[in-house]
């Protein structure tokens, strides 16, 4: 069974890594989180869950106003040509659904198939906001908080400078 969005904030109250949730409608793209979320301050992300060719699982997750270019991306990461993973396998691997892709998220997935990349401009934030597993609530946790929530998920991440160039 998938962590719940409670058994997370446990997670991370464990650890002891402060954070404060603000509930609100279910948003599915970017636009809608802006919408929703009101004035909550700190970074905030887009989210994706990507599959390459050759069978690699990526979650890429950049400032919310990062263009992202699959049809290069995969260059940078040295992996097949990129897509975005099917429901069936985001639940799967991350136990949610799509639109609440999160990094969050690592927590269930116990056997590490996902490589993470973090955006290098994302991460000069203090502050940093995903979605705590679903598309309802918006949670702000520290960067420095964030990098520890991941490495105790069992994750090293990517810090990779994006958008990319032109070629």
């Known amino acids: 069974m998938p962590i719940t969005r409670n058994q997370l904030f446990d997670f991370l109250d464990k650890l002891q890594i402060s954070h404060k949730t603000v509930k609100h409608d279910a948003a599915h793209t970017v636009e809608q989180a802006q919408a929703n979320r009101g004035m909550v301050p700190g ?30 991306l995969h260059k940078l990461l040295g992996c097949g040509r990129l897509s975005f993973g099917s429901p069936e396998l985001m639940k799967e691997v991350l136990g949610i659904s799509p639109g609440s892709v999160t990094p969050f998220a690592l ?61």
Request: contains cysteine; proline residues 5%.
């Open 107 to 167: 927590i269930n997935d116990k056997t590490q198939r996902i490589s993470l990349v973090l955006d290098e401009q994302m991460m000069k934030e203090e502050m940093l906001n995903f979605h705590p597993l679903d598309n309802r609530a918006t949670t702000t946790i520290s960067r420095d908080g964030l990098l520890q929530f991941i490495k105790e998920c069992g994750f090293t991440p990517k810090i990779l400078k994006l958008p990319l160039n032109s070629p």
């Open 43 to 72: 970074g905030h992300a887009k989210n994706l869950f990507l599959k390459c060719k050759k069978g690699s699982l990526w979650l890429v997750v950049v400032q919310e106003d990062t263009p992202i270019h699959l049809n290069r």
